[in-house]
């Protein structure tokens, strides 16, 4: 009888180490987990710039598409606070907006995607050319008129 007791006491004590390594496991890779989490979000936090003053074209601009079409686009820059109180020269936003949508097609504008991959490009290119010593000038832009015909 001592032989079936021996196997029968090896494998309990061996699913029970087997259990506590496993809760172990999870308990240090969840504890992990939310750590690195919870870090990521605090260093995301502190470099998103404060919001500044907006800057507003007066005029919208009407812009040639593609096979006769054209594009009515009146907006705004969303300044950082970096950017100070003044609104900025927006003539370069003008040209890099014409520079953009000129030549697209009613159809590409006409998805919401397709608005959405045409504004994040001139928003990077704008952010780009509103960059002084490093510091970014623009943080968004904001469509007030978007109109095809």
């Known amino acids: 009888m001592s032989d079936k007791e021996t196997a029968t006491e090896a494998p309990k004590k061996s699913n029970t180490m087997l259990l506590i390594i496993v809760i172990a496991a999870v308990v240090l890779l969840g504890g992990?987990?939310?750590a690195f989490f919870m870090l990521k979000g605090d260093s995301a936090e502190a470099k998103a710039p404060e919001k500044g003053a907006v800057a507003v074209i007066d005029e919208p601009l009407t812009v040639n598409l593609?096979?006769?079409?054209?594009?009515?686009l009146g907006f705004a820059l969303q300044q950082t606070a970096d950017a100070g109180a003044e609104a900025l020269d927006l003539s370069e936003a003008l040209n890099l907006a014409i520079d953009q949508y000129t030549g697209m097609t009613v159809a590409e504008l006409s998805t919401e995607k397709g608005r959405e991959?045409?504004?994040?490009?001139?928003?990077?290119?704008?952010?780009?050319a509103y960059t002084e010593d490093g510091k970014k000038m623009v943080m968004d832009i904001y469509f007030t008129q978007f109109v095809t015909q």
């Open 32 to 34: 992990g987990a939310g």
């Open 66 to 72: 593609a096979d006769g079409h054209y594009l009515k």
């Open 117 to 128: 991959t045409a504004k994040e490009e001139l928003l990077t290119k704008v952010s780009d």
